[in-house]
């Protein structure tokens, strides 16, 4: 479907011209990793580099890896880390990679950052940031690794930003970001990404106190720069979990509901945001963990209602790719992508299920938190409707946004 465009024949805002085909038609693929090893249950996370991905762990001391290639239970490898460090017991909200190490990092009070080889699968190390509480989700730029904020170590939400130098895994950094932006709210984050030189922040908050907070910093300098309450948007946006970037903007995916929300990473401002909801299309497309594309499509992973929403990169076109047909535990999932499939494995810790399923070609890079990096020039700005909260102008950087 053609989008509608406006004056001068720019875009119209992508909340004003939803639309959905038939579902997904392709193969979903499930492996039993508890068959494998009965420790292969309960993944927080997971990441893909060169022929391999990779499963964080959520409780247990055991992650794996297995050939993207080859989806069969005799090619899983495992790896335990207390083999090498007795104090890593479990506990890993998220990972990611740098190109030569993998890390596992803690979402618990204690944090550490456990670091393990990418060719070898061998340990590499353990940073101890038990000082700084635990972590939410974590990316690199190539010179540190950054750690978003969840938890400081007496339990309470955390707002302290921490980066360590990748090359001697031991250089350490922070940014008070509650300090710097002067505001109390920019504690307990879920998702982070680089783009464009900045990196970016996403405040979930706490279990009694939502929000919906982006925070914009420079890797340059790691000094803050802005940030913007997406509930000045729409009140509902509030509760996100996980993120990714693509030609210019950031994506954020909804934990609570199922509003997409895109947002302009040169401009932080409420006139440059747009919101997709997804129940429009489908009223289970809603309460999702963790998100990525391929370079077409975005793609949100479920908590709940174990559909996979794939939705276009301009936020005008959805469906979804039905999970519950394949495997009955396909429920409270955690996703990534690599070697031309999405993957999406089973975050309850009595499961162990991992399913595949064909994406479209990659046009960038995965880095764990589903980021594909490819930059692209913005469009002109446009005014578009949100169904809430009046008009808003969108600046959207793509094309004719047909399916």
């Given at each position: 479907?053609a989008?509608?465009?406006?004056?001068?024949?720019?875009?119209?805002?992508?909340?004003?011209?939803?639309?959905?085909?038939?579902?997904?038609?392709?193969?979903?693929?499930?492996?039993e990793?508890?068959?494998?090893?009965?420790a292969?249950?309960?993944?927080?996370?997971g990441?893909?580099?060169?022929?391999?991905?990779?499963?964080?762990?959520?409780?247990?001391?055991?992650?794996?890896?297995?050939?993207?290639?080859?989806?069969?239970?005799?090619?899983?490898?495992?790896?335990?880390l207390?083999?090498f460090?007795?104090?890593?017991?479990?506990?890993?909200?998220?990972?990611?990679?740098?190109?030569?190490?993998?890390?596992?990092?803690?979402?618990?009070?204690?944090?550490?950052?456990?670091?393990?080889?990418?060719?070898?699968?061998?340990?590499?190390?353990?940073l101890?940031?038990?000082?700084?509480?635990?972590?939410?989700?974590?990316?690199?730029?190539?010179?540190?690794?950054?750690?978003?904020p969840?938890?400081?170590?007496?339990?309470?939400?955390?707002?302290?930003?921490?980066?360590?130098?990748?090359?001697?895994?031991?250089?350490?950094?922070?940014?008070?970001?509650?300090?710097?932006?002067?505001?109390?709210k920019?504690?307990?984050?879920?998702?982070?990404?680089?783009?464009?030189?900045?990196?970016?922040?996403?405040?979930?908050?706490?279990?009694?106190?939502?929000?919906?907070?982006?925070?914009?910093?420079?890797?340059?300098?790691?000094?803050?720069i802005a940030?913007?309450d997406?509930?000045g948007?729409?009140?509902?946006?509030?509760?996100?979990?996980?993120?990714?970037?693509?030609?210019?903007?950031?994506?954020?995916?909804?934990?609570?509901?199922?509003?997409?929300?895109?947002?302009n990473t040169?401009?932080?401002i409420p006139?440059?945001?747009?919101?997709?909801?997804?129940?429009?299309?489908?009223?289970?497309?809603?309460?999702?963990?963790?998100?990525?594309?391929?370079?077409?499509?975005?793609?949100?992973?479920?908590?709940?209602?174990?559909?996979?929403?794939?939705?276009?990169?301009d936020?005008?076109?959805?469906?979804?790719?039905?999970?519950?047909?394949?495997?009955?535990?396909?429920?409270n999932?955690?996703?990534?992508?690599?070697?031309?499939?999405?993957?999406?494995?089973?975050?309850?810790?009595?499961?162990?299920?991992?399913?595949?399923?064909?994406?479209?070609?990659?046009?960038g890079?995965?880095?764990?938190?589903?980021?594909?990096?490819?930059?692209?020039?913005?469009?002109s700005?446009?005014?578009?409707?949100?169904?809430?909260?009046?008009?808003?102008?969108?600046r959207?950087?793509?094309g004719?946004?047909?399916?």
């Amino acid at each position: 479907m053609a989008a509608p465009r406006g004056r001068g024949g720019l875009l119209l805002a992508a909340a004003a011209c939803i639309s959905a085909s038939a579902q997904y038609q392709g193969t979903v693929e499930v492996l039993e990793l508890a068959a494998v090893d009965s420790a292969l249950v309960g993944f927080s996370a997971g990441f893909s580099h060169g022929l391999y991905g990779y499963l964080i762990s959520q409780e247990d001391d055991v992650l794996a890896r297995l050939p993207l290639g080859d989806f069969s239970a005799q090619a899983v490898q495992t790896l335990k880390l207390t083999d090498f460090d007795v104090t890593l017991t479990g506990g890993f909200s998220s990972g990611f990679h740098d190109g030569v190490y993998g890390y596992a990092i803690w979402g618990y009070t204690t944090g550490k950052v456990a670091r393990f080889s990418l060719q070898s699968w061998d340990f590499a190390g353990t940073l101890d940031l038990a000082q700084y509480g635990g972590f939410g989700d974590g990316f690199v730029d190539g010179t540190w690794g950054y750690l978003m904020p969840l938890r400081t170590s007496s339990n309470t939400p955390s707002g302290t930003l921490v980066r360590f130098r990748l090359d001697d895994f031991a250089t350490v950094e922070t940014l008070d970001v509650v300090d710097a932006s002067w505001n109390q709210k920019c504690k307990g984050f879920r998702g982070g990404f680089e783009h464009g030189g900045n990196g970016f922040a996403f405040v979930y908050g706490s279990g009694t106190k939502l929000e919906g907070i982006i925070v914009s910093f420079s890797l340059a300098t790691f000094e803050y720069i802005a940030s913007l309450d997406l509930r000045g948007v729409d009140l509902s946006l509030m509760g996100f979990w996980g993120a990714f970037a693509y030609g210019g903007l950031g994506y954020v995916i909804p934990a609570m509901n199922g509003k997409v929300v895109g947002f302009n990473t040169q401009n932080l401002i409420p006139e440059e945001v747009v919101v997709f909801d997804l129940t429009a299309i489908d009223t289970s497309l809603q309460k999702f963990r963790t998100g990525f594309t391929d370079g077409t499509y975005g793609y949100a992973i479920p908590s709940i209602y174990r559909k996979v929403a794939r939705f276009s990169l301009d936020l005008t076109f959805a469906d979804a790719i039905d999970l519950a047909p394949t495997h009955s535990s396909l429920t409270n999932l955690r996703g990534f992508i690599g070697g031309g499939y999405g993957f999406a494995v089973t975050e309850d810790l009595d499961e162990g299920v991992l399913a595949r399923w064909t994406v479209e070609p990659q046009q960038g890079t995965n880095q764990g938190n589903g980021m594909v990096t490819t930059e692209e020039p913005f469009g002109s700005g446009t005014q578009g409707t949100n169904p809430e909260n009046g008009t808003v102008t969108i600046r959207l950087p793509f094309g004719s946004g047909t399916q």
